[in-house]
């Protein structure tokens, strides 16, 4: 009861918070239940806590991936247009070498944007899932000392709690460590990033469109 009570007031921590649910569920298991199954109640219990926390520590990943993926190709189609722009230019000084390599310097900026964005993407998305990796270390080491520490001290949960011991003197944070809504797991959902490339993509579309429209009318 101890130990529960101080990891609930460091819930924050990933191990207070994961010692928590399985000593939470080895408490409350029913009397009639064997000590082994109690066990396997906690042992269940670290379980769900350990993928819960991990797949919130990992929230973001997955839009940094799609950042540090599309950004160097973002630019390089940018990259690519201004190349055609350059070749494509009307008149004599499309064959000046200094107006071809101005308009390739030009072109070349939009590279130089996507690698910005990309390097310090890749950075910060292997500094959080290195951070994730350390932090799952700590937390398999604390579900097995607190599973050897359960199994070696199974006459504990047989001794009546003290009067005020219980899940209400816990808060609600126990509610949400041990309650039936430790099946739900949140995950990243990069719906303004979404919207933002939707409508670039839109407005990409839109002037491709126009620009053909405009060439076609002025070539008749």
């Not at 030009?106 to 994730?132: D, K, M, Q």
């Amino acid at each position: 009861t101890e130990a529960i009570v101080v990891a609930t007031h460091h819930s924050r921590g990933h191990v207070a918070s994961i010692v928590a649910a399985g000593l939470t569920a080895f408490v409350d298991a029913a009397p009639q239940l064997t000590d082994a199954e109690a066990i396997g109640a906690a042992e269940r219990a670290f379980q769900r806590r350990h993928r819960r926390l991990v797949a919130d520590l990992k929230s973001g990943v997955g839009t940094l991936t799609s950042i540090a993926l599309l950004a160097p190709f973002i630019g390089l189609v940018g990259t690519v247009f201004g190349i055609m722009g350059t070749f494509v230019g009307g008149g004599d000084r499309s064959t000046g070498l200094s107006y071809v390599a101005g308009g390739l310097a030009e072109a070349l900026v939009t590279t130089a944007f996507g690698l910005l964005v990309a390097i310090p993407s890749v950075w910060c998305r292997n500094y959080v899932l290195t951070s994730v990796e350390i932090f799952e270390s700590e937390m398999s080491n604390a579900t097995l000392e607190t599973m050897t520490y359960c199994d070696s001290h199974c006459h504990l949960r047989h001794v009546p709690e003290h009067p005020g011991a219980g899940k209400t003197r816990y808060g609600s944070v126990l509610d949400d460590i041990s309650g039936t809504r430790s099946w739900e797991i949140a995950y990243d959902r990069p719906r303004g990033l979404l919207l933002l490339v939707s409508f670039y993509t839109l407005l990409f579309v839109l002037l491709v469109v126009s620009t053909a429209l405009v060439a076609s009318l002025g070539a008749r």
